[in-house]
Structures are given as C-alpha cells and as structure tokens.
C-alpha cells in the first residue's frame, strides 16, 4: 500500500469507526454479554445448551470463560447466533488513526532532530526555537506523508 493509499484508508476507517469511539456502551458487562443477555431473556442455561447443542454445564464454562476473557470468537459466536443476537467484533482507537499518526510522527520528528540540535550544540551552533519548531513541523509532515512502518519503529 502506497503513502497516498495509506492516507485514504486511515481516513476511511476513521470515518468508521467515529462512530464506535464511546466505547463505555460496549464493555463487556462484568458476568459477560452472553450471560447478561441469556438472563435479560429469561432463558436457563439448558435451554441455551439446547439451542447450542451442548450440555447445560459447558454453558455455565462458556459463560465462566467469557467474563475471565478466555472465551474463543468463535465460541461466542455461536453463542450469539443460539441467542438470536449479532456478534460483533471491533478494534477500537482510543483516538482516530489521523491523531495516532500524527502524534507518533511528531515525536519521531522531535527525537530525530534532537540527535542533531545535540550535535550542533556540542560545536556551538545552536537552533533558533522557532527554527526548530519548523524543523519539526516540516519533518512531521514529511513522515505524515510516507507514513510506512519505519514511522512505528522503536528506537
């Protein structure tokens, strides 16, 4: 994917996932969603083991595992389906993408040119503030731009 691509699709999903950034209406209620929505319904855990095709204690397991975060996708999925529910999944940002990059290419820029203001320091050419501040203004939008995998690399 190119840098220009890669703009578009941190745009596109966005866009997407704005939506889903309160994310306090989708935490996982403390005995689990399955359990929380088996109850609401009024249904035992035999008859969800019926509707799965399982007994009645590997619900009481799957339900256990579920709000321990052991549970597998697709074991809640099937859940989900047996209660006549969506399931889904989501991978949320705490921020948008733009402000994640943007964020990461800033301090990128300002380290990278730390190691030369030391330098320049060092041989008594010190940087104007302004100057650097537009040093690091420049460079951010340079790594903004290419913004590839060299822009999460450590160290």
């Known amino acids: ?81 047996a209660l006549d529910c969506q399931f889904v999944y989501a991978v949320v940002p705490r921020t948008s993408l733009k402000e994640m990059t943007e964020v990461r290419a800033v301090a990128l820029a300002k380290r990278k040119l730390e190691r030369t203001s030391h330098t320049m320091a060092l041989e008594a050419q010190s940087v104007d503030k302004d100057d650097e501040r537009e040093q690091v203004m420049a460079m951010t939008q340079r790594l903004i731009e290419k913004s590839g995998s060299e822009l999460w690399e450590e160290g």
């Open 1 to 81: 994917m190119n840098s220009r691509e890669r703009i578009t699709a941190r745009k596109q999903l966005d866009k997407r996932l704005g939506t889903l950034l309160d994310t306090q209406a989708l935490v996982r209620p403390p005995r689990g969603w399955v359990k929380a929505i088996r109850e609401a319904l009024g249904m035992t855990t035999a008859q969800l083991g019926k509707r799965l095709g399982v007994s009645q204690p590997r619900i009481v397991v799957l339900e256990k595992a579920e709000a321990s975060g052991a549970i597998t996708l697709e074991s809640l999925r099937r859940a989900a389906d």
